[in-house]
């Protein structure tokens, strides 16, 4: 009994200090894992997720452009934020984001012919990256420079790798106006909550992921002369 109460007087204390030491590595790991950011080189294109408020991503797609890393900035589209209808109706005007990257954009001087938009407006990240591959495959893009916000780099990198079934080269590049902390984002209120969003966002992806495949591998055995579409 007196042996038993002295291994466990040893073990927790060492377990308290492992995971003392520990976490601050996993919540860390955490973090680094929503970034992707891949090598810079040059591309057909730089593509501007919507979603931010219209100012940080597209900050980093005129410095991309500036810098020569690719010749046109493609926008994408989202929905437009409740109220904007209301808003329509009583006569008053708000920009909404696209009119605020045009705004930068302008500001920036960049040449209007050098910027192409997606008319189609998405509501999620799976949306607007089969919009997105339709709108390259249709312009004959091969190659982009995908710029969204840091902790949202990982996962719209493989939401456009699958919606584009790998015939499109994709470079992954956060915005360097973004100023999420992967170090540290748990002591950040607004990153903590961005941590926790994306996560949960990863999880309905990768739920979605399996469903999906699991349906494709189920019509495939049934009927195998009939290609299946992803569902995003």
Do not use: C
């Amino acid at each position: 009994m007196i042996g038993k109460l002295i291994r466990w007087l040893i073990v927790f204390p060492i377990l308290g200090l492992l995971l003392y030491v520990g976490y601050p590595f996993l919540l860390r790991a955490m973090g680094r894992y929503l970034i992707t950011e891949d090598r810079l080189q040059k591309a057909e294109a730089v593509a501007v997720l919507a979603g931010d408020g219209g100012v940080a991503r597209t900050l980093e797609a005129v410095r991309l452009y500036q810098d020569g890393y690719a010749p046109r900035i493609i926008l994408t589209h989202q929905l437009l934020p409740k109220g904007y209808e209301a808003l329509a109706r009583l006569g008053i005007t708000v920009p909404e984001e696209r009119d605020i990257q045009w705004m930068v954009l302008k500001a920036m001087r960049i040449p209007v012919g050098v910027v192409l938009q997606v008319s189609k407006r998405a509501d999620s990240t799976a949306s607007e990256m089969v919009y997105l591959t339709r709108f390259l495959e249709e312009h004959r893009i091969r190659s982009v420079i995908l710029v969204t916000n840091r902790s949202h780099s990982a996962r719209a990198r493989k939401i456009l790798a699958r919606a584009s079934g790998g015939r499109i080269a994709i470079i992954s590049r956060p915005t360097r106006y973004d100023t999420f902390d992967s170090e540290g984002w748990w002591r950040s209120r607004a990153d903590a909550k961005e941590v926790l969003l994306e996560y949960g966002k990863l999880l309905n992806y990768l739920v979605q992921s399996v469903s999906a495949g699991l349906t494709g591998w189920f019509r495939g055995r049934s009927s195998p002369a009939v290609p299946v579409e992803a569902t995003f």
